[in-house]
């Protein structure tokens, strides 16, 4: 028995020298530190790791050695640690909170410039934001043990002079969700074949995080607990340099930057894409020219988009770096280049992880002498500016404004509260309700990328977005500021909290402004509660208060709650929601309607369906469901589109459908439960669906092809043009300006019929042949940001944004494009819930009158 156990001990260190010949050939270990092989079990590369396991990894290596410090930044929505594991040598990580107080010294143009002789270059290794890409947390495993065991001298030197902080999975929800696809799936013998189901994950995938975002989009929204908790993090150390580990394609090879020389942000000081990328680069090249590993660069990929892993450290005076591996999509899958194997894959990313450390280790004082230079030039390009700060406000809804605040402080962007009225450009901006952005301040890149409107680029191909001014998403006035105002209270996380809700009782009724964005999570509890709300259809004005239409009136008497209970129900939605509830004393309006009119009715608790699985776009699905779960309080049924041919659709009265591809038999049934009376909600290829299936009697406005009128014009194109001329006239993410009419329930709670709408997709409409039922219609000048192209922008004018489509008893509400957007469109999303709550109020027009 102890020949087998000694027998079995030599196997095992053999298999485990094995492995580090193929990840670290020629180097020295600490035998003391187990290897990620015999810690976890299997080899690198021939199990996928769960998340727990990694972590516990991570944790042991901090009980075993002094170079280690593991430190959990927060929790994902399915309450797995976030962690980042914090690696240099001994005497610097005694040193942790000098070294990041000499940080904030170093970042702060106004502080005396710290000694950078003997100051650590702070570089962190992320992976694994898209959950399926695995290959970079396994990587970030190995880079961990590397750092913590290797003995020799040129490790020691690097953790001399370096902290590495190590973030192994940026989205562990996500990873988890693959992770248990492929080893649930893997074979054995290993399957090579693309179509076979271990390469093929079931919808929606692991990419994306519980709410099925994806997270490499939000550095920038900072929607997300697991961005929000990364930026408290990073913000608090601000690194040099930063990498992001991905996959693409099976057939692609590996890419480093730089990447396309006419994609990179004005913003960012060319220093960053010349001199410091292609230093880097060299490293790279080195690094998988030593492996014989194939390569790409410069051909793909941009850095305009600010919220991406690596473009959202070049814009706070530190180093981005993307790194794009050919995934094996599992554990070998056949390629154009032979088998890609996962332990290959692992292999290349973790050479461009250490070879990172090194560059950086080397360009220390450089990267040191930068950043310091990074917020200081910030500082004196503001100054040199005409442009003295931003002005942001919102006169009747406070929650948009606390969120748009909210967002302000993830990036640590300084604002102040105004001590006066401020007009400009005819638009007055309240004390109390608006807020000064100045432009100098260390953050002035971050400040302009907020309000930029970019409308001439370089290139005509987009990775993403090629718009995201904020204030427009938010749906807030605002503007320049030539002449710095007076600085209130600087706006910090004590103005983040609303304030607490407080209100008298009243015998009669209470009312709701629809104004305040958070008015629907309070509706829904109401509702939930079967209390009786009704919404105004007309304007009115009691206690010395304007209401407009949508402003909510719960009456006293009728319901089925006492006065008491009621009262504690309404205080209840009020302190959850953050809305002000006003207790009316009477039924009798100053001006408008009164309480008893007939042109206040009765709201129809959402019983809400939403199409998901395979062909429903994820994205788009994932937003709506956030915003349900997070913002309106409200259940969502997630039904998988398979079983909507056998579903009794009675149960609900609203279907919501986002992009994707549905089968034309669905028609029928979809069709005769709005006759019945529901409320069908479509966006963007949805909304073609439901017009081509005849669901609905509209108009698709249809876009020409760029060859179609080369053809006509009896030209010819080179092929090789093909992907440019087709690609440019996509439009990838940009924004409109449209007229909302607010007197459609769709519209309720908006006082300004213009409107800024995000497009990132080509779904045309023609206007409704009722003139009443046109409720979004796009500008004859549109184009308000981003890239589109002029055919397509000539297209898009004048075309319907929104539309009613009545059918029977029911109604279609069709989006030619994406309310929800990236969770981040507050300006739009009002009109998606309100489709939801108000839109079976919406009935042919009456010419008699309201209910006669």
Same mark, same amino acid.
């Given at each position: @028995? ?229 930026? #408290? ?169 606390? #969120? ?90 004590? @103005? ?216 006509? #014009? ?116 009002? @009109? ?21």
């Amino acid at each position: @028995m102890q020949k087998i156990s000694v027998l079995l001990l030599l196997l095992w260190a053999t298999m485990t020298h094995a492995q580090n010949d193929y990840f670290f050939p020629n180097r020295k270990f600490n035998a003391a530190i187990p290897s990620p092989q015999q810690f976890l079990g299997h080899g690198m590369g021939e199990h996928q790791t769960r998340y727990d396991r990694l972590v516990a990894y991570m944790y042991e290596l901090d009980r075993l050695s002094d170079r280690v410090m593991v430190q959990v930044i927060g929790e994902t929505y399915e309450k797995r640690p976030q962690i980042v594991v914090m690696i240099s040598s001994p005497a610097q990580l005694a040193k942790l909170p000098t070294i990041q107080n000499d940080r904030y010294k170093l970042c702060d143009p106004n502080a005396p410039m710290p000694d950078i002789a003997n100051m650590p270059v702070l570089v962190q290794l992320g992976a694994n934001v898209h959950g399926n890409e695995t290959s970079g947390g396994e990587a970030m495993i190995l880079a961990a043990y590397f750092y913590t065991a290797c003995e020799d001298d040129d490790v020691k030197k690097t953790l001399d002079e370096a902290v590495i902080f190590v973030e192994p999975v940026l989205n562990p929800d996500g990873r988890d969700r693959f992770v248990s696809w492929v080893n649930q799936n893997k074979g054995n013998p290993l399957v090579t074949d693309p179509n076979d189901r271990e390469h093929n994950e079931t919808w929606p995938g692991g990419r994306t995080n519980h709410y099925w975002f994806d997270l490499n989009r939000d550095w920038y929204l900072a929607v997300h607990v697991e961005s929000q908790n990364r930026l #408290k993090f990073y913000h608090q150390w601000l690194p040099n340099v930063v990498t992001d580990h991905h996959e693409m394609g099976t057939n692609s090879t590996f890419f480093f930057e730089p990447s396309k020389e006419n994609a990179e942000s004005p913003l960012v000081p060319p220093y960053v894409y010349k001199t410091l990328n292609t230093k880097f680069a060299k490293y790279h090249e080195k690094a998988l020219n030593s492996i014989g590993s194939l390569y790409y660069t410069k051909e793909s990929f941009d850095n305009l988009y600010p919220g991406y892993g690596s473009s959202y450290p070049d814009i706070q005076g530190g180093l981005g770096i993307l790194f794009e591996q050919g995934s094996s999509r599992g554990y070998t899958q056949d390629s154009q280049h032979g088998p890609v194997t996962f332990a290959f894959t692992i292999r290349n990313q973790l050479v461009c992880a250490i070879a990172t450390c090194q560059a950086a280790v080397d360009e220390r004082q450089n990267l040191l002498k930068f950043q310091r230079e990074f917020f200081a030039s910030s500082i004196a390009e503001a100054n040199k500016s005409t442009t003295k700060g931003y002005v942001v406000g919102e006169g009747a809804d406070a929650s948009r404004l606390r #969120k748009f605040a909210q967002t302000l402080q993830h990036h640590k962007i300084e604002a102040y509260q105004l001590t006066d009225n401020l007009t400009l450009d005819g638009k007055t901006f309240e004390k109390g309700k608006a807020l000064y952005i100045p432009a100098a301040q260390p953050q002035y890149r971050m400040v302009r990328s907020m309000f930029d409107r970019p409308v001439k680029f370089a290139d005509s191909l987009f990775y993403d977005a090629s718009a995201w001014n904020m204030p427009l998403a938010f749906g807030l006035s605002h503007a320049e500021v030539k002449a710095a105002p007076t600085r209130g209270a600087r706006v910090g996380e004590d @103005m983040m909290t609303p304030p607490a809700a407080t209100f008298g009782r009243s015998d009669y009724a209470y009312l709701i402004d629809y104004a305040d964005f958070m008015a629907n999570k309070a509706l829904y509890q109401l509702l939930q509660k079967n209390i009786l709300v009704k919404t105004a259809l007309r304007p009115f004005k009691i206690a010395d208060k304007a209401f407009g239409r949508g402003a909510l009136l719960v009456p006293v008497v009728g319901q089925k709650l006492s006065k008491d209970e009621l009262y504690d129900a309404l205080k209840t939605a009020a302190q959850t929601s953050g809305v002000n509830v006003i207790a009316a004393p009477t039924g009798f309006s100053q001006s408008g309607i009164d309480l008893g009119s007939n042109n206040f009715v009765k709201v129809q608790k959402p019983e809400a369906l939403m199409v998901v699985g395979n062909g429903v776009a994820s994205y788009e699905a994932g937003e709506v469901w956030y915003w349900l779960d997070t913002h309106a309080g409200m259940p969502l049924s997630k039904v998988d589109i398979g079983a909507l041919p056998r579903l009794n659709l009675s149960k609900y009265n609203v279907i919501i459908m986002v992009s994707g591809q549905y089968d034309r038999t669905l028609a029928p049934k979809i069709k005769q439960w709005i006759a019945n009376g529901g409320t069908l909600i479509t966006l963007k290829t949805a909304t073609e669906w439901a017009i081509r299936s005849e669901v609905v009697r509209e108009k698709l406005r249809v876009l020409p092809r760029a060859d179609s009128m080369a053809v006509a #014009k009896k030209q010819r194109i080179s092929y090789e043009e093909a992907a440019a001329n087709e690609g440019s006239k996509a439009t990838g993410g940009a924004m409109f300006e449209a007229d909302l009419d607010i007197t459609n329930p769709i519209g309720y709670g908006y006082s300004d019929r213009k409107i800024t709408l995000y497009r990132n997709n080509n779904t045309l409409l023609e206007p409704s042949n009722s003139a009443y039922n046109t409720v979004v219609q796009y500008t004859p000048a549109p184009h308000v940001a981003g890239y589109v192209h002029p055919q397509t922008l000539k297209k898009i004018a004048g075309s319907a944004g929104v539309l009613v489509s009545p059918e029977g008893s029911g109604r279609a509400v069709l989006f030619a494009d994406n309310p929800n957007f990236r969770g981040i469109w507050y300006g739009t999303h009002r @009109m998606f819930l309100n489709a939801i709550f108000f839109g079976s109020l919406i009935t042919p027009p009456n010419p008699f009158g309201q209910n006669d």
